[in-house]
């Protein structure tokens, strides 16, 4: 007789110090999330028997969890890029509810613009020139020309407009607005994303990610450790996870990402419908990335994706709240994002999102969301459905 399976929570949240952060290393960024977000589960750390950790260290997470002080007999240090941590949440709760492990701590941080800034390294324009992409480095294949060439597809294909990109940026912006800790929250207009100096043909400097510092930590536990939470629980519902290709002559079609089957296995798994979600989530590199993730969860059609964002449904106040935080367009991208969207995913549900906080009729909290990662010029993606109940 199969033993029943746990039902698995986010019990602990936190972020870092962000942004424009010059002093700690990324270890310390990593202490201070773990710190805070341990605090907010109200836990003792002696619970916590799994850690998960990528993009640091030459034998991560072995050297974050000594720094860190913890000895896990549980780990994972899958790094698929932004996709990374909606993976690891995934196998984090499939180990907790089989009983592999009770309490999974998730953590990151990076100084990506400090370093920079210090010129302890530079910009990277490619992921390396070995193994299947050394057909392709040699050609000036950077990262943010995978991504434009995938957005003239889209384009091309079903007449999507650089302002209707543009609109994702000025949206994102306007979230952003209400995030005391976003690291730029002047408006911004359609008109000033398209007259920006270009990167790469159609994305102009507004269309790309900033570059800042931070981190942040998440931690997942088993349903017999809520009762003793300091706050309500954020369950997880369902997740998936994809990956598609690394060359681009592999990727058969530009404007279908892997959310297209981790978005679908989320949803079936959690027994919800994109149409139930309250508020989304989602990993945004690019604005792109944003509107081709929509049409592959579902929100809206295949080729319908630029009129769905131009009218202002991605708004805190909108049909469906994007990036309630800003996103990696305006809040904070200091490199492997995709922790930071299960953090305000949490937060929004839990209703402690402050004055950009997501209300439905009648000043009800959210109850549903979706944190949907991104890794690579869309190689991967894991997606996350989480709930109030």
Partial sequence: MATPQRRVA????????????DGPTPYALHAQAARRALADSGLDRSVIDGFGSAGLGALAPVEVAEYLGLKPRWVDSTAVGGATWEVMAAHAADAIA???ANAVLLAYGSTARADIKAKRRTSNLSFGGRGPLQFEVPYGHTLVAKYAMAARRHMHEYGTTPAQLASVAVQARANAAANPDAMFRDPITVDDVLDGPMIADPFTKLHCCIRSDGGCAVLIAAEEYVPDCAKDPVWIL????????TTMSEWEDFTVSPAAVSGRLAFERAGVTPAEVDIAEIYDAFTYMTLLTLEDLGFCAKGEGGPFVEKGRLLRDGELPVNTDGGGLSACHPGMRGLFLLVEAVRQLRGEAGARQVRKAGGRLPELAVASGTGGWFCSSGTVVLGRS
């Fill in 98 to 100: 089989a009983g592999h």
């Fill in 10 to 21: 986010i019990v602990g949240i936190s972020l870092s110090d962000c942004g424009r952060v």
């Fill in 238 to 245: 369902g997740t998936g996870e994809h990956v598609s290709h």
